[in-house]
């Protein structure tokens, strides 16, 4: 099953759960109890041991930094606040969370005013915010951060100044920034689209570059182009 919660279509901000059944394609607007969220959207949200959490975005009115957890148990769904420990990240929207292992990377967005290039872990077994020290600042909103062995390939997003077609990759083991030659023509400039690995590549589609709406759909072959990490069993930053 799919999860959908919240989001915004353009003025309006909604605070709704639906849930799309993906054997049937049939969606449901499940009972939840517990503490609401309340209405955002640009935030981010994860999976971790059958439980949903939902993390920062904005209200319409101001940049958030809370997080919420969605217990998934059949017939007792609720919501409960989660409450961290170590310095949280600023408010923000429109950054990257990743989960590897019981372990979420947070990297960049904005809070309406900056385009963050920070970079914050968060512990789910311990419940602490750490934040990390990279070799330099790269400063990223709307982009995409997608897994790939012991890597984040970052794509596009805007810099604080223009839309990037650039392709970064975050060295998970030593947390630093790495470029490598990409072949063929590169999606143009663009935020806001999605990005999914599968079978050695990461299929790229849609996005806005401040002017057009994209219904494009781009590949990025890892295989041929010696991409792909032999990296699978690693631990983050255990090379700093």
């Not at 049939?26 to 640009?42: C, H, L, N």
Request: hydrophobic share 35%; charged share 20%; aromatic share 12%.
């Amino acid at each position: 099953m799919h999860f959908f919660l919240s989001g915004g279509d353009g003025p309006t901000y909604f605070n709704t759960l639906y849930i799309l059944d993906t054997e049937t394609l049939k969606w449901e607007r499940p009972i939840v109890t517990g503490t609401s969220p309340g209405s955002r959207r640009a935030h981010t949200t994860w999976l971790y041991k059958n439980n949903i959490y939902i993390y920062a975005g904005g209200d319409g009115v101001k940049a958030l930094d809370d997080i919420y957890i969605l217990t998934t148990e059949p017939n007792s769904m609720s919501w409960a606040k989660y409450t961290t420990t170590g310095k949280s990240p600023s408010p923000r929207g429109y950054h990257t969370s990743n989960i590897i292992g019981s372990k979420v990377i947070v990297f960049g967005g904005s809070d309406g005013h900056e385009c963050f290039s920070d970079i914050h872990i968060l512990d789910l077994e311990t419940k602490q915010w750490s934040a990390i020290e990279v070799d330099r600042p790269i400063s990223r909103l709307s982009h995409t951060a997608t897994q790939v062995g012991s890597y984040l390939f970052i794509i596009g997003g805007h810099d604080g100044a223009k839309y990037s077609s650039e392709i970064l990759l975050l060295n998970l083991v030593t947390m630093s920034w790495e470029t490598r030659r990409v072949y063929g023509t590169p999606p143009s400039g663009r935020g806001y689209h999605t990005a999914v690995l599968h079978d050695s590549r990461i299929f790229l589609y849609g996005g806005y570059d401040g002017q057009d709406v994209f219904d494009d759909l781009w590949i990025l072959d890892l295989s041929a182009c010696a991409y792909l990490p032999q990296i699978t069993d690693f631990e983050i930053g255990a090379g700093l």
